[in-house]
T-cell receptor, first 115, second 113 residues
Framework: EPEVTQTPSHQVTQMGQEVILRCVPI?????FYWYRQILGQKVEFLVS????????KSEIFDDQFSVERPDGSNFTLKIRSTKLEDSAMYFC?????????????FGPGTRLLVL | AQSVTQLGSHVSVSEGALVLLRCNYS??????LFWYVQYPNQGLQLLLK??????LVKGINGFEAEFKKSETSFHLTKPSAHMSDAAEYFC???????????FGAGTILRVKS
């Protein structure tokens, strides 16, 4: 069964450093998402991406964040200058088409720790 | 703005007992409703979803949920808990014209032998 994959599974970085989190969505999916979950808090929406552009972003997704689909398979989340409060589990998800009732399939997550 | 409330951050049941995980939503339009499960060190896996039609929805692993519009609820149940059901469960909503999922805080289910 196709699945969403994410690398790395864990990343430790120093405050102020740039990190890139990578995701490979399911191959015939068109919509891509990033969510995050700070320890002990809710899973929060960050951004959705369709047709090579951001379709929606949350207040969390400020100028320090960017997303890219550099080739036909990868979908990346970049944090330019990490802060302590960026420490969280980051989930990538993908969906086949535009209907909101379609299932979003999630990857296993990348646990980011900013020191 | 829509929101999701899951009553009880931790629920503990005995093996073979009924599982009931509560979810209430707030939405200005009829939502689409989802339950996801997360096993340790794994991603979020869809258990079941309500879109339209029958309000009692059956999912994987013997779980089901009932959409009750009058109560704005979508509680998850399973008649008989199994040890393998121990995980964290998330209720989520999506709007008709929206894209994103809005999640509840999650409920950790513990199953005692």
């Amino acid at each position: 069964e196709p699945e969403v994959t994410q690398t790395p599974s864990h990343q430790v970085t120093q405050m102020g450093q740039e990190v890139i989190l990578r995701c490979v969505p399911i191959s015939n999916h068109l919509y891509f998402y990033w969510y995050r979950q700070i320890l002990g808090q809710k899973v929060e929406f960050l951004v959705s991406f369709y047709n090579n552009e951001i379709s929606e972003k949350s207040e969390i997704f400020d100028d320090q964040f960017s997303v890219e689909r550099p080739d036909g398979s990868n979908f990346t989340l970049k944090i330019r200058s990490t802060k302590l409060e960026d420490s969280a589990m980051y989930f990538c998800a993908s969906r086949r088409d535009t209907l909101p009732q379609e299932t979003q399939y999630f990857g296993p997550g990348t646990r980011l720790l900013v020191l | 703005a829509q929101s999701v409330t899951q009553l009880g951050s931790h629920v503990s049941v005995s093996e073979g007992a009924l599982v009931l995980l509560r979810c209430n939503y707030s939405s200005s339009v009829p939502p689409y409703l989802f339950w996801y499960v997360q096993y340790p060190n794994q991603g979020l896996q869809l258990l079941l979803k309500y879109t339209t039609g029958a309000t009692l929805v059956k999912g994987i692993n013997g779980f089901e949920a009932e959409f009750k519009k009058s109560e704005t609820s979508f509680h998850l149940t399973k008649p008989s808990a199994h040890m393998s059901d121990a995980a964290e469960y998330f209720c989520a909503v999506s709007l008709e014209y929206g894209n994103k999922l809005v999640f509840g805080a999650g409920t950790i289910l513990r199953v005692k032998s």
